[in-house]
Protein backbone atom coordinates (compact mmCIF):
# COMPACT_ATOMS: atom_id res chain seq x y z
CA UNK A 1 0.00 0.00 0.00
CA UNK A 2 1.68 3.49 -1.32
CA UNK A 3 1.08 5.94 1.61
CA UNK A 4 0.10 9.73 0.76
CA UNK A 5 -0.22 12.92 2.99
CA UNK A 6 -3.38 15.20 1.99
CA UNK A 7 -3.34 18.34 4.10
CA UNK A 8 -4.80 21.78 2.26
CA UNK A 9 -6.56 24.81 3.44
CA UNK A 10 -8.52 24.57 0.01
CA UNK A 11 -10.70 21.88 0.32
CA UNK A 12 -12.45 22.51 -2.84
CA UNK A 13 -12.62 19.65 -5.03
CA UNK A 14 -10.41 17.43 -2.50
CA UNK A 15 -13.36 14.42 -1.35
CA UNK A 16 -13.59 12.80 -4.80
CA UNK A 17 -9.83 13.21 -5.02
CA UNK A 18 -8.60 11.61 -1.93
CA UNK A 19 -11.54 8.46 -2.24
CA UNK A 20 -9.51 7.98 -5.76
CA UNK A 21 -6.68 7.56 -4.18
CA UNK A 22 -7.97 5.32 -1.70
CA UNK A 23 -9.84 3.45 -4.55
CA UNK A 24 -6.21 2.76 -5.73
CA UNK A 25 -4.90 1.34 -2.49
CA UNK A 26 -2.70 4.46 -0.94
CA UNK A 27 -3.24 5.09 2.45
CA UNK A 28 -4.49 8.84 3.66
CA UNK A 29 -2.43 10.61 6.43
CA UNK A 30 -4.21 14.09 7.42
CA UNK A 31 -3.96 16.84 9.72
CA UNK A 32 -6.50 18.70 11.54
CA UNK A 33 -9.16 20.49 9.60
CA UNK A 34 -8.12 18.10 6.47
CA UNK A 35 -8.74 15.01 8.51
CA UNK A 36 -12.22 15.86 9.58
CA UNK A 37 -13.78 16.41 6.43
CA UNK A 38 -11.99 13.33 4.99
CA UNK A 39 -13.49 11.38 8.45
CA UNK A 40 -16.84 13.15 7.96
CA UNK A 41 -16.97 12.05 4.00
CA UNK A 42 -16.49 8.40 5.47
CA UNK A 43 -12.71 8.31 4.42
CA UNK A 44 -10.58 6.35 7.02
CA UNK A 45 -7.61 8.40 7.44
CA UNK A 46 -4.89 8.10 9.65
CA UNK A 47 -4.13 11.15 11.85
CA UNK A 48 -0.29 13.00 11.46
CA UNK A 49 0.28 12.63 15.45
CA UNK A 50 0.30 8.74 14.61
CA UNK A 51 2.84 9.21 11.94
CA UNK A 52 4.96 11.50 13.63
CA UNK A 53 4.50 10.14 17.45
CA UNK A 54 3.98 13.43 18.88
CA UNK A 55 1.78 15.85 19.33
CA UNK A 56 0.89 19.10 17.36
CA UNK A 57 1.86 21.90 19.58
CA UNK A 58 1.77 25.61 19.65
CA UNK A 59 -1.63 25.96 18.46
CA UNK A 60 -0.39 24.06 15.93
CA UNK A 61 2.50 25.73 14.62
CA UNK A 62 4.54 22.63 14.57
CA UNK A 63 3.23 19.36 13.65
CA UNK A 64 4.66 18.09 10.45
CA UNK A 65 8.21 19.44 11.15
CA UNK A 66 9.30 15.96 12.13
CA UNK A 67 11.89 13.19 10.44
CA UNK A 68 8.91 10.67 9.93
CA UNK A 69 7.19 13.02 7.72
CA UNK A 70 10.54 14.82 6.00
CA UNK A 71 12.27 11.35 6.23
CA UNK A 72 9.72 9.59 4.24
CA UNK A 73 9.56 12.10 1.98
CA UNK A 74 12.99 12.41 1.19
CA UNK A 75 14.39 9.32 0.96
CA UNK A 76 15.72 8.38 -2.22
CA UNK A 77 14.24 4.79 -3.06
CA UNK A 78 17.04 3.50 -5.41
CA UNK A 79 19.61 4.24 -2.52
CA UNK A 80 19.54 0.81 -0.33
CA UNK A 81 21.49 2.79 2.58
CA UNK A 82 18.26 5.50 2.17
CA UNK A 83 15.95 2.29 2.30
CA UNK A 84 17.84 0.58 5.12
CA UNK A 85 17.72 3.80 7.38
CA UNK A 86 13.98 3.58 6.97
CA UNK A 87 13.67 0.49 7.93
CA UNK A 88 15.92 1.05 11.30
CA UNK A 89 13.60 4.11 12.25
CA UNK A 90 10.40 2.42 10.91
CA UNK A 91 9.62 5.42 8.95
CA UNK A 92 7.09 4.74 6.03
CA UNK A 93 7.71 6.54 2.63
CA UNK A 94 5.47 8.84 1.46
CA UNK A 95 4.53 8.61 -2.22
CA UNK A 96 2.24 11.88 -3.00
CA UNK A 97 1.87 14.94 -1.07
CA UNK A 98 -1.50 17.16 -1.24
CA UNK A 99 -0.81 20.23 0.40
CA UNK A 100 -1.92 23.93 -0.63
CA UNK A 101 -0.97 26.59 2.00
CA UNK A 102 -2.63 29.24 4.44
CA UNK A 103 -4.80 31.48 3.00
CA UNK A 104 -1.48 34.35 3.27
CA UNK A 105 -2.99 36.27 0.14
CA UNK A 106 -6.27 35.85 1.52
CA UNK A 107 -6.06 37.15 4.61
CA UNK A 108 -3.54 40.42 3.61
CA UNK A 109 -6.15 41.58 0.74
CA UNK A 110 -8.72 42.20 4.01
CA UNK A 111 -8.86 46.20 4.67
CA UNK A 112 -8.44 45.89 8.19
CA UNK A 113 -5.99 42.91 8.46
CA UNK A 114 -4.00 43.00 11.35
CA UNK A 115 -0.33 42.51 11.39
CA UNK A 116 -0.67 39.63 13.63
CA UNK A 117 -2.95 37.89 11.80
CA UNK A 118 -0.97 37.88 8.85
CA UNK A 119 2.43 36.55 10.89
CA UNK A 120 -0.57 33.27 11.95
CA UNK A 121 -1.03 33.13 8.32
CA UNK A 122 2.22 32.26 7.16
CA UNK A 123 2.51 28.70 6.77
CA UNK A 124 5.59 26.84 7.56
CA UNK A 125 4.78 23.17 7.81
CA UNK A 126 3.24 23.46 4.13
CA UNK A 127 5.97 24.57 2.40
CA UNK A 128 8.64 22.40 4.36
CA UNK A 129 6.52 19.18 2.46
CA UNK A 130 5.81 20.80 -0.40
CA UNK A 131 9.91 21.50 -1.20
CA UNK A 132 10.58 17.92 0.02
CA UNK A 133 8.27 16.32 -1.63
CA UNK A 134 9.23 18.02 -4.99
CA UNK A 135 13.02 18.15 -4.32
CA UNK A 136 12.52 14.30 -4.74
CA UNK A 137 10.36 13.87 -7.46
CA UNK A 138 11.98 11.50 -9.09
CA UNK A 139 10.30 8.81 -6.39
CA UNK A 140 6.94 11.11 -4.66
CA UNK A 141 3.92 13.05 -6.41
CA UNK A 142 3.36 16.89 -5.19
CA UNK A 143 0.19 18.56 -5.88
CA UNK A 144 -0.42 22.13 -4.94
CA UNK A 145 -3.28 22.84 -7.64
CA UNK A 146 -6.91 20.95 -7.83
CA UNK A 147 -6.45 21.83 -11.30
CA UNK A 148 -4.04 18.86 -11.38
CA UNK A 149 -6.19 16.28 -9.48
CA UNK A 150 -7.50 14.57 -12.24
CA UNK A 151 -4.60 14.15 -14.26
CA UNK A 152 -3.05 12.70 -11.33
CA UNK A 153 -5.86 10.17 -10.59
CA UNK A 154 -6.13 8.99 -14.28
CA UNK A 155 -2.26 8.19 -14.56
CA UNK A 156 -2.38 6.50 -11.21
CA UNK A 157 -5.52 4.87 -12.24
CA UNK A 158 -4.10 3.84 -15.93
CA UNK A 159 -0.47 2.60 -14.64
CA UNK A 160 -0.45 2.31 -10.70
CA UNK A 161 1.59 5.59 -10.75
CA UNK A 162 1.70 9.11 -12.32
CA UNK A 163 4.79 9.35 -14.97
CA UNK A 164 8.19 10.69 -14.54
CA UNK A 165 7.95 13.72 -16.90
CA UNK A 166 4.78 14.80 -14.62
CA UNK A 167 5.93 14.54 -11.70
CA UNK A 168 8.40 16.57 -12.43
CA UNK A 169 6.19 19.35 -13.86
CA UNK A 170 4.34 18.95 -11.13
CA UNK A 171 7.56 19.55 -8.84
CA UNK A 172 8.40 23.14 -10.61
CA UNK A 173 5.10 23.97 -10.55
CA UNK A 174 5.74 23.32 -6.51
CA UNK A 175 8.68 25.54 -6.62
CA UNK A 176 6.86 28.26 -8.08
CA UNK A 177 3.67 27.93 -6.13
CA UNK A 178 6.24 28.01 -2.75
CA UNK A 179 8.16 31.08 -4.77
CA UNK A 180 5.00 32.99 -5.05
CA UNK A 181 3.97 32.29 -1.53
CA UNK A 182 7.02 33.57 -0.34
CA UNK A 183 7.02 36.91 -2.30
CA UNK A 184 3.76 37.85 -1.03
CA UNK A 185 5.40 37.62 2.53
CA UNK A 186 8.59 39.21 1.47
CA UNK A 187 6.34 41.97 0.11
CA UNK A 188 3.88 42.73 2.99
CA UNK A 189 6.90 42.49 5.40
CA UNK A 190 8.68 45.17 3.76
CA UNK A 191 6.06 47.19 3.39
CA UNK A 192 5.18 46.74 6.96
CA UNK A 193 8.94 47.64 8.21
CA UNK A 194 8.73 51.16 5.27
CA UNK A 195 11.52 49.66 3.54
CA UNK A 196 11.54 51.67 -0.10
CA UNK A 197 14.44 49.46 -1.73
CA UNK A 198 15.54 46.36 -0.63
CA UNK A 199 18.65 44.09 -1.75
CA UNK A 200 16.21 41.90 -3.19
CA UNK A 201 13.20 43.15 -5.13
CA UNK A 202 10.36 39.86 -4.97
CA UNK A 203 7.64 39.95 -7.49
CA UNK A 204 4.84 37.65 -8.43
CA UNK A 205 2.28 37.71 -10.77
CA UNK A 206 -0.28 35.10 -12.29
CA UNK A 207 -0.96 34.21 -15.51
CA UNK A 208 -3.95 35.94 -16.98
CA UNK A 209 -3.73 34.35 -20.60
CA UNK A 210 -1.79 33.74 -23.30
CA UNK A 211 -1.72 36.45 -25.97
CA UNK A 212 -2.25 35.83 -29.90
CA UNK A 213 0.84 37.48 -30.59
CA UNK A 214 2.83 40.75 -29.32
CA UNK A 215 3.30 43.91 -30.30
CA UNK A 216 4.14 42.54 -33.94
CA UNK A 217 2.75 38.69 -35.43
CA UNK A 218 6.16 36.98 -34.62
CA UNK A 219 6.47 37.57 -30.70
CA UNK A 220 5.40 35.28 -28.55
CA UNK A 221 3.80 37.18 -25.37
CA UNK A 222 1.64 36.66 -22.41
CA UNK A 223 -0.28 38.44 -19.78
CA UNK A 224 -0.11 38.02 -16.05
CA UNK A 225 -1.74 39.84 -13.04
CA UNK A 226 -0.65 41.19 -10.28
CA UNK A 227 -1.16 38.37 -7.42
CA UNK A 228 -2.68 41.47 -5.41
CA UNK A 229 -4.83 42.41 -8.53
CA UNK A 230 -6.54 46.59 -8.08
CA UNK A 231 -9.81 47.19 -9.09
CA UNK A 232 -9.38 49.86 -11.37
CA UNK A 233 -7.44 48.02 -14.44
CA UNK A 234 -7.85 46.39 -18.02
CA UNK A 235 -7.15 42.81 -16.19
CA UNK A 236 -9.46 43.88 -13.61
CA UNK A 237 -12.24 44.48 -16.35
CA UNK A 238 -15.33 42.68 -17.04
CA UNK A 239 -15.80 42.00 -20.94
CA UNK A 240 -19.03 42.32 -22.20
CA UNK A 241 -18.30 41.64 -26.44
CA UNK A 242 -15.84 41.16 -29.16
CA UNK A 243 -12.86 39.49 -29.72
CA UNK A 244 -9.97 38.75 -26.99
CA UNK A 245 -8.03 41.75 -26.75
CA UNK A 246 -4.37 42.04 -28.44
CA UNK A 247 -1.10 43.31 -26.76
CA UNK A 248 -1.44 46.36 -28.42
CA UNK A 249 -4.98 46.86 -26.88
CA UNK A 250 -3.86 45.83 -23.69
CA UNK A 251 -1.47 48.46 -23.58
CA UNK A 252 -3.63 51.24 -25.25
CA UNK A 253 -6.52 50.72 -22.64
CA UNK A 254 -4.35 50.56 -19.90
CA UNK A 255 -2.98 54.01 -20.47
CA UNK A 256 -6.70 55.40 -21.91
CA UNK A 257 -7.36 54.11 -17.77
CA UNK A 258 -4.84 56.25 -16.82
CA UNK A 259 -5.59 59.10 -18.23
CA UNK A 260 -9.22 59.29 -17.86
CA UNK A 261 -9.22 59.09 -13.76
CA UNK A 262 -7.49 62.76 -14.38
CA UNK A 263 -10.92 63.68 -14.79
CA UNK A 264 -13.98 64.49 -13.19
CA UNK A 265 -16.25 66.18 -15.24
CA UNK A 266 -17.98 63.52 -17.92
CA UNK A 267 -14.73 62.88 -20.14
CA UNK A 268 -13.81 60.95 -23.38
CA UNK A 269 -10.38 60.24 -23.59
CA UNK A 270 -9.33 58.85 -27.50
CA UNK A 271 -6.08 56.86 -27.07
CA UNK A 272 -3.99 55.61 -29.69
CA UNK A 273 -0.49 54.13 -29.87
CA UNK A 274 -0.74 54.83 -25.91
CA UNK A 275 -0.93 58.77 -26.78
CA UNK A 276 -4.24 60.81 -26.02
CA UNK A 277 -5.24 61.92 -29.99
CA UNK A 278 -8.58 63.55 -28.19
CA UNK A 279 -9.70 64.27 -24.86
CA UNK A 280 -13.31 66.11 -24.70
CA UNK A 281 -15.22 67.19 -21.80
CA UNK A 282 -18.60 68.39 -21.53
CA UNK A 283 -21.74 68.64 -19.65
CA UNK A 284 -22.80 65.50 -20.68
CA UNK A 285 -20.80 62.20 -22.33
CA UNK A 286 -22.46 63.16 -26.17
CA UNK A 287 -21.19 66.16 -25.54
CA UNK A 288 -17.79 64.86 -24.34
CA UNK A 289 -17.51 62.20 -27.23
CA UNK A 290 -18.45 65.06 -29.93
CA UNK A 291 -15.32 67.26 -28.76
CA UNK A 292 -13.40 64.26 -28.39
CA UNK A 293 -13.88 63.30 -31.76
CA UNK A 294 -13.37 66.69 -33.11
CA UNK A 295 -9.90 66.98 -31.95
CA UNK A 296 -8.49 64.34 -34.56
CA UNK A 297 -11.50 62.77 -36.58
CA UNK A 298 -8.58 60.78 -38.30
CA UNK A 299 -6.52 59.55 -35.61
CA UNK A 300 -9.29 58.20 -33.65
CA UNK A 301 -10.33 55.68 -36.35
CA UNK A 302 -8.87 52.08 -34.57
CA UNK A 303 -8.39 53.89 -31.16
CA UNK A 304 -8.82 52.44 -27.46
CA UNK A 305 -12.12 54.67 -26.08
CA UNK A 306 -12.56 55.40 -22.05
CA UNK A 307 -15.70 57.14 -20.71
CA UNK A 308 -16.18 58.03 -17.07
CA UNK A 309 -19.68 57.75 -17.10
CA UNK A 310 -22.18 55.16 -18.17
CA UNK A 311 -22.65 55.17 -22.05
CA UNK A 312 -26.15 56.41 -23.31
CA UNK A 313 -27.80 55.49 -26.42
CA UNK A 314 -27.14 59.03 -28.22
CA UNK A 315 -23.05 58.20 -27.66
CA UNK A 316 -23.45 55.12 -28.73
CA UNK A 317 -24.90 55.61 -31.73
CA UNK A 318 -22.38 58.11 -33.00
CA UNK A 319 -19.41 55.50 -31.69
CA UNK A 320 -21.00 53.06 -33.62
CA UNK A 321 -19.84 55.48 -36.91
CA UNK A 322 -16.41 54.87 -36.56
CA UNK A 323 -14.26 51.70 -36.42
CA UNK A 324 -13.28 51.47 -32.81
CA UNK A 325 -10.78 48.29 -31.07
CA UNK A 326 -11.97 49.03 -27.47
CA UNK A 327 -15.04 51.18 -25.13
CA UNK A 328 -13.96 50.85 -21.94
CA UNK A 329 -16.52 52.34 -19.17
CA UNK A 330 -18.02 52.26 -16.02
CA UNK A 331 -21.04 50.66 -17.69
CA UNK A 332 -23.64 50.45 -20.51
CA UNK A 333 -27.11 51.42 -20.62
CA UNK A 334 -28.68 48.12 -22.57
CA UNK A 335 -29.41 49.78 -25.79
CA UNK A 336 -26.50 51.50 -25.66
CA UNK A 337 -24.65 47.80 -25.57
CA UNK A 338 -27.19 46.82 -28.34
CA UNK A 339 -26.09 49.48 -30.58
CA UNK A 340 -22.42 48.91 -30.34
CA UNK A 341 -22.00 45.09 -30.28
CA UNK A 342 -23.48 45.41 -33.32
CA UNK A 343 -19.57 45.11 -34.52
CA UNK A 344 -18.58 41.82 -33.94
CA UNK A 345 -14.93 43.01 -33.21
CA UNK A 346 -14.96 45.87 -30.89
CA UNK A 347 -14.43 45.12 -27.48
CA UNK A 348 -16.91 46.51 -24.89
CA UNK A 349 -15.16 46.59 -21.41
CA UNK A 350 -16.40 47.43 -17.86
CA UNK A 351 -14.37 49.05 -15.34
CA UNK A 352 -15.16 49.39 -11.52
CA UNK A 353 -14.59 53.61 -11.46
CA UNK A 354 -15.36 53.82 -8.18
CA UNK A 355 -12.17 52.38 -7.37
CA UNK A 356 -10.27 54.82 -9.64
CA UNK A 357 -8.27 56.57 -6.74
CA UNK A 358 -6.92 53.44 -4.66
CA UNK A 359 -3.51 53.12 -3.80
CA UNK A 360 -1.47 52.66 -6.96
CA UNK A 361 0.94 50.03 -7.54
CA UNK A 362 4.51 50.75 -8.57
CA UNK A 363 5.17 50.16 -12.04
CA UNK A 364 8.19 47.94 -13.45
CA UNK A 365 9.47 48.24 -16.73
CA UNK A 366 11.84 45.66 -18.13
CA UNK A 367 15.30 46.69 -19.53
CA UNK A 368 17.83 44.72 -21.03
CA UNK A 369 19.49 43.04 -18.09
CA UNK A 370 16.51 43.92 -15.79
CA UNK A 371 14.27 46.05 -14.79
CA UNK A 372 13.00 49.36 -13.71
CA UNK A 373 10.85 50.43 -11.12
CA UNK A 374 8.67 53.89 -10.15
CA UNK A 375 5.91 54.93 -8.15
CA UNK A 376 3.40 55.93 -10.39
CA UNK A 377 2.78 59.91 -11.25
CA UNK A 378 -0.72 60.52 -9.94
CA UNK A 379 0.52 63.18 -7.57
CA UNK A 380 -2.63 65.26 -7.16
CA UNK A 381 -2.01 69.15 -7.92
CA UNK A 382 -4.16 72.43 -7.57
CA UNK A 383 -3.65 75.34 -9.75
CA UNK A 384 -3.69 77.66 -7.11
CA UNK A 385 -0.49 76.80 -6.27
CA UNK A 386 1.23 77.74 -9.20
CA UNK A 387 3.69 80.28 -9.90
CA UNK A 388 2.73 83.05 -12.65
CA UNK A 389 5.73 84.28 -13.63
CA UNK A 390 4.63 86.71 -16.27
CA UNK A 391 3.26 90.52 -16.67
CA UNK A 392 -0.07 89.32 -17.70
CA UNK A 393 -2.11 87.77 -15.07
CA UNK A 394 -3.83 83.65 -15.96
CA UNK A 395 -7.90 84.56 -15.65
CA UNK A 396 -9.47 81.93 -13.66
CA UNK A 397 -11.16 80.35 -16.11
CA UNK A 398 -7.83 80.36 -18.28
CA UNK A 399 -6.59 78.59 -14.85
CA UNK A 400 -8.93 75.99 -15.29
CA UNK A 401 -8.50 75.14 -18.98
CA UNK A 402 -4.50 74.95 -17.95
CA UNK A 403 -5.03 72.46 -15.64
CA UNK A 404 -7.04 70.49 -18.02
CA UNK A 405 -3.84 70.71 -20.81
CA UNK A 406 -1.62 69.87 -17.51
CA UNK A 407 -3.62 67.08 -17.11
CA UNK A 408 -3.65 65.72 -20.34
CA UNK A 409 -0.14 66.23 -21.77
CA UNK A 410 0.82 63.82 -18.51
CA UNK A 411 -0.39 61.45 -20.24
CA UNK A 412 1.46 61.89 -24.00
CA UNK A 413 5.02 60.71 -24.86
CA UNK A 414 7.53 63.16 -24.18
CA UNK A 415 8.30 65.70 -25.12
CA UNK A 416 4.80 66.76 -25.25
CA UNK A 417 2.55 69.74 -25.75
CA UNK A 418 -1.31 70.09 -25.59
CA UNK A 419 -3.21 72.85 -26.91
CA UNK A 420 -6.68 73.30 -25.94
CA UNK A 421 -9.61 75.24 -25.00
CA UNK A 422 -11.91 74.79 -22.12
CA UNK A 423 -13.74 71.66 -24.31
CA UNK A 424 -11.33 69.53 -25.76
CA UNK A 425 -8.11 68.52 -27.12
CA UNK A 426 -7.13 70.93 -30.24
CA UNK A 427 -3.74 69.08 -30.96
CA UNK A 428 -1.58 67.15 -29.43
CA UNK A 429 2.13 66.48 -30.34
CA UNK A 430 4.73 64.01 -28.70
CA UNK A 431 7.63 61.74 -28.84
CA UNK A 432 9.77 63.92 -30.79
CA UNK A 433 13.63 64.56 -29.80
CA UNK A 434 12.95 67.94 -29.76
CA UNK A 435 10.00 69.93 -28.03
CA UNK A 436 9.79 72.58 -31.15
CA UNK A 437 8.65 70.08 -33.27
CA UNK A 438 6.31 68.60 -30.79
CA UNK A 439 4.73 71.90 -30.91
CA UNK A 440 4.61 72.34 -34.54
CA UNK A 441 2.55 69.04 -34.88
CA UNK A 442 -0.07 70.27 -31.61
CA UNK A 443 -0.69 73.85 -33.79
CA UNK A 444 -0.44 72.22 -36.74
CA UNK A 445 -3.57 70.01 -35.27
CA UNK A 446 -5.29 72.61 -33.58
CA UNK A 447 -5.55 74.61 -36.79
CA UNK A 448 -8.39 76.86 -37.03
CA UNK A 449 -9.27 75.96 -33.71
CA UNK A 450 -7.12 78.16 -31.80
CA UNK A 451 -8.37 81.20 -30.62
CA UNK A 452 -8.82 83.23 -27.76
CA UNK A 453 -9.42 80.42 -24.88
CA UNK A 454 -6.49 78.31 -26.67
CA UNK A 455 -3.79 77.47 -24.08
CA UNK A 456 -0.62 75.43 -24.20
CA UNK A 457 0.65 72.54 -21.83
CA UNK A 458 4.21 71.62 -21.78
CA UNK A 459 5.31 68.02 -19.64
CA UNK A 460 8.89 69.66 -18.84
CA UNK A 461 10.42 73.62 -18.97
CA UNK A 462 11.12 75.09 -22.35
CA UNK A 463 14.94 75.06 -22.81
CA UNK A 464 14.77 78.26 -24.87
CA UNK A 465 12.47 80.55 -25.97
CA UNK A 466 11.42 79.08 -29.08
CA UNK A 467 8.64 77.23 -28.43
CA UNK A 468 6.85 80.63 -26.42
CA UNK A 469 7.15 82.24 -29.30
CA UNK A 470 6.11 80.46 -32.09
CA UNK A 471 2.70 79.83 -29.38
CA UNK A 472 2.48 83.67 -29.60
CA UNK A 473 2.43 83.83 -33.16
CA UNK A 474 -0.09 81.42 -33.59
CA UNK A 475 -2.54 82.82 -31.20
CA UNK A 476 -1.80 81.03 -27.83
CA UNK A 477 -3.06 83.27 -24.73
CA UNK A 478 -1.60 81.25 -21.97
CA UNK A 479 0.94 78.52 -21.07
CA UNK A 480 1.59 75.84 -18.24
CA UNK A 481 4.60 74.48 -17.44
CA UNK A 482 7.05 73.18 -14.90
CA UNK A 483 10.00 75.98 -15.04
CA UNK A 484 13.39 75.21 -14.23
CA UNK A 485 15.58 75.78 -17.03
CA UNK A 486 18.87 78.09 -17.06
CA UNK A 487 16.98 79.74 -19.65
CA UNK A 488 13.25 80.63 -17.97
CA UNK A 489 14.24 84.51 -18.83
CA UNK A 490 14.31 83.58 -22.18
CA UNK A 491 11.04 81.88 -22.40
CA UNK A 492 9.27 84.59 -19.61
CA UNK A 493 10.12 87.70 -21.78
CA UNK A 494 9.03 86.14 -25.00
CA UNK A 495 5.48 85.42 -23.25
CA UNK A 496 5.64 89.27 -22.12
CA UNK A 497 6.55 90.15 -25.95
CA UNK A 498 3.03 88.18 -26.86
CA UNK A 499 1.12 89.46 -23.85
CA UNK A 500 1.01 85.79 -22.92
CA UNK A 501 -0.16 84.38 -19.44
CA UNK A 502 2.68 81.74 -17.83
CA UNK A 503 1.99 79.78 -14.62
CA UNK A 504 5.23 77.27 -13.78
CA UNK A 505 3.93 74.29 -11.78
CA UNK A 506 7.76 73.48 -10.33
CA UNK A 507 7.22 69.35 -11.23
CA UNK A 508 7.09 68.19 -14.54
CA UNK A 509 5.37 65.23 -15.80
CA UNK A 510 7.42 63.17 -18.39
CA UNK A 511 6.19 59.93 -19.70
CA UNK A 512 8.99 58.11 -21.61
Known sequence: ??????????????VPFVKGLVANNYEIVSTGGTKKVLDDAGIKTTGIEDVTHFPEILDGRVKTLNPYVHGGLLARRE???????????NITPIDLVCVNLYPFKE????????????IENIDIGGPSMVRSAAKNYRDVTIVVDQADYDQVLAEIEDGGDTTLDTRAKLAAKAFRHTAAYDALISQYLTKQNGLADPEKLTLTWDLKGTMRYGENSHQQAWLYEDALPKSYSVLAAKQLHGKKPSYNNIKDADEALRCIREFDRPTVVAMKHMNPCGIGQGANLEQAWDRAYKADKVSIFGGVIALNRQVDLATAEKMHKIFLEIVIAPGFDDDAYAVLAKKKNIRLLTVDFSKKDEQPRHEVVSVMGGLLMQEQDVLNEDYHDWKCITDVKPTEDQLKTLMFAWK?????????????????TLGVGEGQPNRIDSLKIAVKHAGSAIDDRAVMASDA??????????AGQHGIKAVVQPGGSIRDQESI????????????????????
Open 1 to 14: MKRALVSVSDKTNL
Open 79 to 89: LPEHMATLKKL
Open 107 to 118: TIEKPDVKLADA
Open 408 to 424: AVKHAKSNAIVVANDER
Open 461 to 470: FFPFGDCVEF
Open 493 to 512: DMANKYGIAMVTTGVRHFRH
